[in-house]
């Protein structure tokens, strides 16, 4: 009678883990990254766009409109989908009140 050992399935033998290279002469070291790096990047962007106003740039007012209408847009999307009245009324008084803004600079020019 056979035995049970001889019907078993033969399985394949994990493979050893690689062994670490040693290295025969020490490499430089490399200047490592940091997210700070590119956070400090992206941070002196913004306050170059939002200091900009003292050359002609976009004036603080307009900015702070289209923030209110980009905003106000997912805000009232939001009420829509989800049949919130007050989260679509927020949203439509915040675009409105930006777009009120933002005409207001067209209607009344400054000098």
Request: proline fraction near 11%; include cysteine; glycine fraction near 8%.
């Amino acid at each position: 009678m056979p035995t049970d050992e001889s019907k078993a399935v033969s399985r394949p033998q994990p493979k050893p883990w690689p062994q670490p290279q040693l290295r025969s002469q020490p490499q430089p070291r490399s200047r490592r990254w940091s997210p700070q790096a590119g956070t400090r990047a992206r941070v002196r962007g913004l306050l170059a766009v939002l200091t900009c106003v003292a050359e002609g740039g976009m004036p603080r007012a307009r900015r702070l409109a289209l923030a209110e209408v980009a905003v106000g847009v997912p805000a009232a999307a939001w009420g829509v989908r989800r049949r919130s009245v007050r989260w679509a009324v927020v949203g439509t008084v915040l675009m409105v009140h930006g777009a009120l803004e933002l005409s207001y600079e067209t209607v009344f020019p400054r000098d």
